[in-house]
């Protein structure tokens, strides 16, 4: 039988284990979203289209931070998040 000393140990360690595991799925949800843009911008150049779309990734942002604020969290700090996030989009649909 495991001591209560040793409990919030344990817990720390599953709790820990429990963020690697979202940390991973987010990476891979980011990389998922990187090559959707790569689709995206070869699209975009086929139909002669801008890369840049200032108002789309506006709206992408305030979409965010809305569902942030629906889930509890500081819609700034997700704002902030989702203009890195579309910075790699961008990046990746002017690749090739």
């Known amino acids: 039988m495991m001591s209560q000393e040793h409990a919030p140990v344990d817990d720390l360690s599953a709790l820990r ?3 690697e595991r979202i940390d991973r ?13 790569r689709s995206i911008g070869r699209m975009k150049r086929a139909a002669d289209l801008p890369t840049l779309d200032p108002a789309r ?9 809305a569902l942030a604020r629906d889930s509890g969290l500081e819609d700034d700090d997700v704002r902030y998040i989702f203009w890195h996030l579309i910075g790699l989009a961008r990046r990746a649909q002017m690749e090739e």
Request: net charge neutral; proline share 0%.
């Open 17 to 19: 284990n429990e963020v």
């Open 25 to 37: 799925e987010l990476i891979g949800l980011i990389a998922e979203r990187v090559r959707i843009a």
């Open 57 to 65: 990734e506006a709206a992408v942002v305030r979409r965010a931070a």
